[in-house]
């Protein structure tokens, strides 16, 4: 067993899910064994990933693994950003204001709305003819 300290979190949005792991490190992000760079190829989504570290000040103090899986890349990369910042507070609970306050703690509880029966999909209807 190794003496490293763990701090894990799950987060969530839309159909995406992600366990994050962060550890004592240098600052590296790992996502489904690929690097950040690697797995979120758009830069907004890189962007989107990192916010908390840069927000608290902790981007070169801690390493994070994370498993994704579900959704879209942009979705994942939503739920990666909820779970570094659960996980961020149990590692340091005095962030917890600066990281509510941005909204990052916040789970985002919009989700696709299914297909109704009789028509084309969730609210698109099928054509209606006259003659």
Same mark, same amino acid.
């Given at each position: 067993?190794?003496? &490293?300290? &763990?701090?894990?979190?799950? /987060?969530?949005?839309? %159909?995406? &899910? ?9 600052? =590296? +992000? ?6 950040? %760079? ?11 990933? +990192? *916010?908390?570290?840069? +927000? ?13 899986? /579900? ?6 990369? /939503?739920?990666? $950003?909820? =779970? +570094?910042? #659960?996980?961020?507070?149990?590692? %340091?609970? %005095? ?6 306050? *941005?909204?990052?703690? &916040? #789970? ?9 029966? /009789?028509?084309?999909?969730? $609210? ?8």
């Amino acid at each position: 067993m190794s003496d &490293t300290v &763990t701090y894990n979190a799950l /987060g969530r949005r839309k %159909e995406a &899910t992600a366990r994050v792991t962060i550890t004592p490190g240098k600052g =590296g +992000i790992v996502c489904n064994k690929l690097p950040l %760079e690697k797995y979120f190829l758009r830069e907004t989504d890189r962007i989107m990933v +990192i *916010q908390p570290l840069v +927000i608290t000040n902790t981007a070169a103090k801690y390493d994070v693994t994370a498993n994704l899986k /579900g959704g879209g890349l942009t979705g994942q990369a /939503g739920a990666l $950003r909820h =779970g +570094i910042s #659960r996980a961020l507070i149990s590692a %340091e609970p %005095e962030l917890k204001d600066s990281l509510r306050k *941005q909204g990052f703690l &916040t #789970r985002d509880p919009r989700m696709k709305e299914r297909k109704k029966y /009789g028509q084309k999909g969730a $609210r698109k209807r099928f054509q209606w003819t006259k003659r």
